[in-house]
């Protein structure tokens, strides 16, 4: 679930962040180290200016950059530093280069030949079950209640979706390895660690007296209370940084596969309210709004995830998975009603949004978003938990919702794979 108040509050927060000397260089996301422009040396000629603007445009930028990046005709000139006024130059290739500098992360197509029942073979999938759960879940906001049923913990039943999950991708010839497998933070910091960091956001808002701590979930106020500034720094960008760090320095996947349940606002957890929309939409890396390219780290984070052409390979992966998932679940589309997204690929599934785990996890991530939670129909479905077999739920044979969700992401990676790497394989077709 990708709360909209929250993600609000973390662009304000991270706007506030800017300016406060003892939380981080001027201009940096929070928690976010002072990008290395440098390392982008590497990527000297490997675009062409075409490919370069129109993934800028298309993918990434599709808003707008103000003059951050100006394309000239032989390079592009990309602001580094928005208080020194330093320039990265990169210069385009002439014409389309035949290899790319080496990452930790291959193509599928780069994997060579698999055989028709082992599509996955040598590939590695790494699962990343959405939010931290276990006793956090209610700091997280992704647990609620109704009456005395078992309480529905998105962290929880995710994580249930990866372990039924993983052996299928196994027996598919991958190799599988989790970004978490436990319902505990992957960062060793604790919400009072970012007292002082949440006290500065606070007063650049005007808040300068805040209280210590809120009432409970459904407080109004609770977003102006160190506590809840100090919870979001932990769960929402520490604990992510957290796990980018395991993705890109330990476990380095060729894909990672974010696994999270969607919900619509269901206002006091012990009363929530049910709704009878469900659908389904999966997220990929783009669509930088202007306030978040102002931000120096994720402006070169931009630049640096375009320039690995991470899209070329998520895009149509993306797509297809979604169409499969579709197809098995029948769940219609989110049309989403904010701009922080731009809809992107060919199924009407597939939305790039800039998220910080899809930016800082430095290979291909699809970020799957299915089932409304707090929906009548997947909410009987969660209570019924799994299953073997189907049973009837609300008048209609059902499968497990758990099952039904591991079954259409393995199934749409292994056509994915079966197309491209199978020979005398008969692309189906969404
Ligand atoms: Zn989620």
Redo the contacts with the bound molecule.
Sequence with gaps: ??CRSLRRAILISSAAVATVHVVAAANISPLAAKPRWQTLERYQQTITRDEFTRLLQNVYATRDYGDLIEVGADSARIREDREADTFFTLRFAQERPHKLPSQYWRRIEQLGAAPEAKPLARLHVALDP??IGGKWAKTEE?WFQVGDGPPVE?ADI?LHVAKILAPKLRALGAEVTFVRSRNRPTTPKRPDDFREIARAILAKSGINNPSNSYENGADENKEKSIRWQSELLFYRQSEIRYRARRVNEVLQPDLVLCL???AEAWGDPKNPTLIDRNHFHVLINGSYLPEEIEHDDERYEMVRRLLSRTCEEELPLADKMAATFARETGLPPYEYTTDTVAKIGSSGYVYARNLLATRVFRCPVVYF?PYVMNSNEAFARIQAGDYEGTREINGVQRPSIFREYAGAVADGLAEYCRDIRTEGHVPSRP
């Design positions: 679930m990708v959405g939010h992704r998105e995710a999270h349940f969607n978003e």
